[in-house]
């Protein structure tokens, strides 16, 4: 078959597919040419689009021989857009943005998501525009267990329509931190005080962020927090160390988009107890 055929047939069936952006043209382009070489009529299109942040191909044939060699090349593919941005082609990783799944590199997510800041002024701001001051808030609420933040400025006090935050934002507990304690009723004013401080280091992660045993930082538990610890993994070092292990890897995205949180000091003395032959063997066993 003639490249040139190849090609038109990659460029007339690129426009059957239905995703968000360009990132996954050379992904689908690659898909096409190995269906082709597969057996696939050209004659015939192809028909694909996104769906929970990954590639879906439809596909068919009549003959069971091809249809299996078709399938395997569709989920090939399935499996590598979950690793690849939709917007750029760059590594990427799925990503949640309002409930809503996407394939995303770190700097696409963080185009669609900002991390919130606070300045000297007291301004919470999002891609360096300020969106409200503190110094405006007239009153505060905490919902979930402290892990949302809603504030009221005087024009919206008596609207649903607070300024909202989650603890699923990098900056989170920085703010929380900020707000005027006075804001908030008393009873909520002594859960936060008692938050901050009673927090104890991580060795986990190594952050100064362990409250009521469980890291706000990284999740974990500490060692002994749960009795299946010792049954799982004998003793306190191996704990640690698979702890450690799984942030490194870090296959949900959550440690590179935190990399922004300055929520918790941390601690200077903090250790990585994994050497670089572990983490290959453990990787091994992952994947
Ligand atoms: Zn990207
Ligand atoms: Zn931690």
New binding site residues.
Partial sequence: MERQDINSFIERNLKNFSVNSTGWNDLIGRMLSELIAAGWNIEHDVFGKEKFGGLRCYIYSEDEELNARLKKITHKYARLSGKTCEICGGEGKLRIINSWETTLCIHHFIDQKPIMEIDEKQNIIYEKKPVLNLEDIVKAEVEFDLKQLNLYIKNSINTDEPFSFSSQDPNYYLLLKAVPLHLFTEDIQNRISDLFQNLQD?E????K??YHQS?L??H?EPWSASKYHEEEYGEKLEYIKECQMDIFIDEDGYEEYFEYDCSFEKNPGHQILFTPTEIEEYKKLLF
């Fill in positions: 991580c986990i992660c190594g952050h962020a362990i890291c930082r990284c974990n």
